[in-house]
């Protein structure tokens, strides 16, 4: 009796913990002030499908691999279950469909910080480019994106205002802010590490259900981020930048799987 309360006690607390963790919270959520946009401005942002439901935004790397979060994948997992679409303006209609046959965790992924939060999926049937359907440019390896680059983030993610319609992809344009401050903001959560890169802007965000997907520097175009985390109890909070994955630091492990 005293060992099945012990067992009982150890899988709510693991319950609770996993509620407060970063992965936890990492997923499902909103584009929040951006605007609409068509496929053709951004053509590298793909969805990715668990069966029929959106479970995170991707971007194209090449036309057999894209390049999401490794938070997107929880549990078992069953690489025939996801999909991804491309070249469409809606996650649930139109443009091509692509089956996924691997996918790669970053293999020093950590769930608890959500550090090296990146997964690269091979696709079985290719990406045929088009005007909707484009590979994204990778930075250099520990390419410096400084303090206050414009940069902009996508997705399909739920959204605050509930005009903001989240079947058709939005944008939003955000400031990479100061990685010291950033680290002093999620310090009580385990911090940031150099594997992450922090944006914001007043009333702006990208958010859970956008997660995955890109934040792309403003100018060159280059991606320098996939979408993370964000700070618990909400988006787009006045002062708290979103986290995502720093693309620059992870280059080589791209290089590895995708050879670009
Ligand atoms: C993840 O990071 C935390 C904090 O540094 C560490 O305690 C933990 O062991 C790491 N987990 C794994 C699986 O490496
Ligand atoms: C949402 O749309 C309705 C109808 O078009 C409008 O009356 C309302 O003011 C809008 N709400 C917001 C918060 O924009």
């Given at each position: 009796?005293?060992?099945?309360?012990?067992?009982?006690?150890?899988?709510?607390?693991?319950?609770?913990?996993?509620?407060?963790?970063?992965?936890?919270?990492?997923?499902?959520?909103?584009i929040?002030?951006?605007?609409?946009?068509?496929?053709?401005?951004?053509?590298?942002?793909?969805?990715l499908?668990?069966?029929?439901?959106?479970?995170?935004?991707?971007?194209?790397?090449?036309?057999?691999?894209?390049?999401?979060?490794a938070?997107?994948?929880?549990?078992?997992?069953?690489v025939?279950?996801?999909?991804?679409?491309?070249?469409?303006?809606?996650f649930?209609?139109?443009?091509s469909?692509h089956?996924?046959?691997?996918?790669?965790?970053?293999?020093?992924?950590?769930?608890?910080?959500?550090?090296?939060?990146?997964?690269?999926?091979?696709?079985r049937?290719?990406?045929k480019y088009?005007a909707?359907?484009?590979?994204?440019?990778?930075?250099?390896?520990?390419?410096?994106?400084?303090?206050?680059?414009?940069?902009?983030t996508?997705?399909?993610?739920?959204?605050?205002?509930f005009n903001?319609?989240?079947?058709?992809?939005?944008?939003?344009?955000?400031?990479?802010?100061?990685?010291?401050?950033?680290?002093?903001?999620?310090?009580?959560?385990?911090g940031?590490?150099?594997?992450?890169?922090?944006?914001?802007?007043?009333?702006?965000?990208?958010?859970?259900?956008?997660?995955?997907?890109?934040?792309?520097?403003?100018?060159?175009?280059?991606?320098?981020?996939?979408?993370?985390f964000?700070?618990?109890g909400?988006?787009?909070?006045?002062?708290?930048?979103?986290?995502?994955?720093?693309?620059?630091?992870?280059?080589?492990?791209i290089?590895?799987?995708?050879?670009?």
């Amino acid at each position: 009796m005293r060992s099945l309360w012990l067992i009982l006690i150890f899988v709510l607390s693991a319950l609770i913990s996993k509620c407060n963790s970063r992965e936890a919270r990492a997923i499902s959520g909103r584009i929040v002030g951006g605007v609409e946009v068509d496929i053709e401005k951004i053509p590298y942002q793909v969805s990715l499908l668990y069966y029929d439901s959106l479970a995170c935004g991707a971007s194209i790397l090449s036309c057999k691999f894209v390049l999401t979060a490794a938070h997107c994948f929880r549990g078992v997992l069953i690489v025939s279950s996801y999909t991804v679409r491309a070249g469409s303006s809606t996650f649930f209609e139109g443009g091509s469909i692509h089956d996924v046959s691997k996918i790669d965790i970053h293999p020093q992924y950590n769930r608890t910080l959500l550090d090296y939060d990146a997964a690269i999926l091979t696709l079985r049937n290719l990406i045929k480019y088009d005007a909707t359907r484009q590979a994204i440019q990778l930075p250099f390896l520990n390419e410096v994106i400084p303090e206050g680059t414009a940069v902009i983030t996508s997705g399909w993610g739920l959204t605050q205002n509930f005009n903001e319609s989240s079947y058709v992809l939005r944008m939003v344009e955000l400031k990479v802010t100061n990685q010291a401050q950033c680290n002093i903001i999620f310090l009580g959560d385990g911090g940031i590490t150099t594997r992450m890169l922090c944006a914001g802007a007043d009333g702006k965000d990208s958010c859970e259900g956008d997660s995955g997907g890109p934040l792309q520097h403003a100018v060159s175009k280059k991606l320098v981020g996939i979408v993370s985390f964000g700070q618990s109890g909400g988006c787009a909070q006045k002062g708290i930048p979103g986290v995502y994955t720093r693309v620059a630091a992870i280059r080589t492990w791209i290089r590895e799987i995708v050879e670009i």
